[in-house]
């Protein structure tokens, strides 16, 4: 199976009555496919829904400027997220949501073969790990095994958790930190330099 059939697959997926219902399309994700680096998020937002894209919105643009910081772009990378519809009024995922798409996310991580796996947040973190409490699992290396093969899985905060509370520069420092340790995770892994570029954190 190729990434492209995958995506097919789930394209009209109908396992979850009540994302069927709440999302107006199928969000797969965007990026590189043969990328050595995987980005995991939660859920689709009400942006992420219209647009078909995984963090097109305000937590995509502190994304960007994180991956910026540390020589990589959305086009070095593919992102996507522990389920693949929008929850009604961005409620949580629940576990039934998550485990229908437990299959789809192990597949597409087989297919890709990823150097490193960054881990969005609480669910994505859980879900990959089996790990709880994102404060203490933040910017620290894991080895994981999934379907048999040991990845490298980073977690991070979420963006969204920079928006949630006002921009504080210290969250801000936090996440910056993490995907430094990101990046080192990466040349460890791939023996490639990262430069990083001019990112405008402070500015948007």
Avoid: W
Avoid at 40 to 46: F, L, M, N, S, T
Avoid at 173 to 182: C, L, T
């Amino acid at each position: 199976m190729s990434l492209t059939e995958l995506r097919q697959e789930y394209s009209k997926c109908n396992k979850c009555s009540a994302l069927c219902k709440s999302r107006s399309q199928v969000v797969f994700g965007s990026g590189k496919e043969d990328a050595d680096v995987l980005f995991i998020g939660e859920a689709p937002g009400a942006s992420e829904d219209r647009e078909g894209i995984p963090f097109c919105g305000a937590s995509g643009q502190i994304l960007q400027d994180l991956l910026k910081s540390v020589g990589l772009t959305r086009e070095d990378v593919f992102i996507t997220n522990t389920i693949l519809c929008r929850p009604e009024n961005n409620r949580n995922p629940n576990r039934k949501e998550v485990d229908a798409c437990r299959s789809r996310l192990d597949k597409l991580i087989s297919l890709m073969g990823p150097k490193v796996v960054v881990t969005i947040g609480n669910f994505a973190t859980e879900r990959i790990t089996g790990k709880i409490g994102i404060t203490k699992l933040r910017g620290r290396a894991f080895s994981v095994e999934i379907d048999g093969q040991q990845y490298n899985v980073v977690p991070v905060i979420h963006p969204a958790n920079l928006l949630y509370n006002g921009r504080n520069p210290e969250i801000l420092e936090q996440m910056k930190k993490d995907f430094i340790v990101i990046k080192k995770v990466i040349q460890e892994a791939t023996g490639r330099k990262l430069e990083p570029g001019q990112a405008r954190l402070m500015d948007f």
